[in-house]
């Protein structure tokens, strides 16, 4: 819940205009709901995606307040944020409720970007391994392998989102490998590779290649550093760098 309506176009104009060179990454930026129309106006003639914070699993009724995946479809809105931490935390979102919106977003053609994460408790007591397993096996429940295959899944420890503490490459790279053997077992080897999983967490341009030199971790879910141009820019610009040599 950052920048005003100004702010926002300023940012994606500039990144609509950015001379990147040997792009080799996708770049999608997620703002409030009230400004994706406009934003996506802005970047619709672009190969910049653009997506939602959040969703609501019913399509349509008495539910003030919340926007259904019917509503961002109708947007063009190809891409959302689902099970955020400051959701589950703020909002008191179950796994149910993520598997449902997950769900619900596959049925319209949206992509889930998943979203999980443990907090500082569960990784001190060395239970971060089965926690963000059980989250992962929660969310995709009933789903097809074709659906699983069709998902972003984010690595986000809580205890390092906003707080300036950045979990390390290597034990980012570590629960997102088990991320992956959850995958193959759920479906298969191809597919467990195939799913994107990014790392979210305190990224800057000044730490992110510690984690996305790792093969495992295929990208960032960028927090507070988006939302400086020239320091999304930089953070991008690694990204393109390290998957170049891929």
Not at 12 to 24: E, I
Not at 187 to 210: A, C, M, P, W
Request: hydrophobic share 40%.
């Amino acid at each position: 819940m950052n920048l005003g309506l100004a702010s926002a176009q300023d940012l994606v104009f500039k990144l609509k205009n950015h001379p990147f060179k040997n792009k080799q990454v996708d770049i999608a930026v997620c703002p409030p709901h009230i400004y994706l129309f406009t934003i996506n106006n802005i970047l619709k003639d672009t190969s910049i995606l653009v997506g939602g914070q959040n969703i609501f699993y019913k399509e349509e009724g008495a539910y003030t307040g919340e926007i259904s995946p019917k509503m961002l479809r109708d947007l063009n809105i190809n891409m959302v944020i689902i099970g955020h931490s400051e959701r589950r935390q703020h909002f008191h979102e179950s796994d149910q409720d993520v598997n449902f919106k997950i769900q619900s977003a596959l049925k319209f053609g949206i992509t889930p970007v998943l979203c999980v994460g443990e907090d500082l408790q569960t990784r001190e007591n060395n239970k971060a391994e089965d926690w963000v397993k059980k989250q992962v096996i929660a969310a995709l429940k009933d789903l097809s392998q074709n659906d699983i295959e069709k998902i972003i899944i984010a690595y986000e420890p809580i205890w390092a989102i906003g707080t300036g503490k950045v979990c390390s490459g290597e034990d980012a790279n570590k629960i997102i490998r088990a991320i992956r053997t959850t995958l193959k077992e759920l479906t298969s080897e191809s597919i467990s590779q195939k799913v994107r999983i990014l790392y979210g967490g305190s990224i800057k341009s000044d730490n992110f290649h510690e984690h996305i030199k790792y093969e495992d971790i295929d990208g960032g879910l960028v927090g507070g550093g988006s939302l400086n141009f020239e320091e999304f820019i930089k953070i991008i610009d690694l990204a393109n760098n390290v998957h170049a040599l891929r």
